[in-house]
């Protein structure tokens, strides 16, 4: 029966690397998933004509892009990623598709659809508390989840104004969009419920000095290991739970 579910797809934009090879493992692991049961794109490499009724639903991974750059700025593969994916939201919008957007996706979802991102509430790598809003307490992602409870973050941009028919289902404080919904099947989160404690030291290793000072990596570690982050990981597993096809 689990082998002939339709799988998820995981749709990231690294090379080659720690930060990759652990957000293959833990994505799916976290997920409920097994490997069988995700098929990655990668958008650095390969754009793919997709049929959406082969899939379950998609989660669009964090990234070292910046959505908000200067086209000028960007990569060329970057530029045509991000082409490929304002097509794909289209598809998945209009055909109820599930996405679960993770960081990268919160942002590329929210500029495709006219709101505003940033780096007024960048975040440096932390676990940071999140907080439901009387949104949040009602939507099925959230089932499990106490009002109140920790993840982890680390990015240059946030949101800063909705797109609309966003609506706010965590907040954060000191970024205060860290969850929204779009419509039945459209989630993005701002934090990574994908990251445990091992994933998260894997970034601290790999952006010393992009996502913060270097000589705060043992501070960093320390704040990291303080806070529980496993309630988080339900945002993943009731998404497959209600897609899962």
Known sequence: MVGMTKPF??????????VLAAECADLPRFSGLTPDQV?????????PDLDLSEYSGAFVCGSPWDA?????????????AEAWLRSFYDRALGESFPILGLCYGLGTLT???????D????????????????????DPLLEGTPDRFHSYVGHHEAVREL?????????GDDTPIQMVRVGEAAWATQFHPEMDLDGVNVR??????????????????????????????????????????
């Open 68 to 80: 908000n750059a200067d086209d000028h700025l960007k990569e060329e593969r970057q530029v045509r």
């Open 119 to 138: 780096t007024h509430h960048g975040e440096e790598i932390s676990g940071i508390a999140l907080t439901k809003t009387d949104a949040g307490r009602e």
């Open 204 to 245: 601290i290793d790999q952006y010393a000095g992009r996502y913060y000072p270097v000589e705060k990596a043992e501070a960093i570690r320390a704040q990291v290991a303080s806070v529980d982050t496993d309630p988080s990981r339900l945002v993943l597993q009731n998404f497959v739970r209600r897609f899962q096809r």
């Open 111 to 117: 500029l495709h659809l006219g709101g505003v991102i």
């Open 39 to 47: 098929r990655q794109v990668r958008m650095e490499r390969e754009l």
């Open 9 to 18: 797809l995981m749709l990231t934009s690294r090379d080659d690397g720690p």
């Open 163 to 171: 797109a609309p028919g966003m609506q706010v289902l965590l907040a």
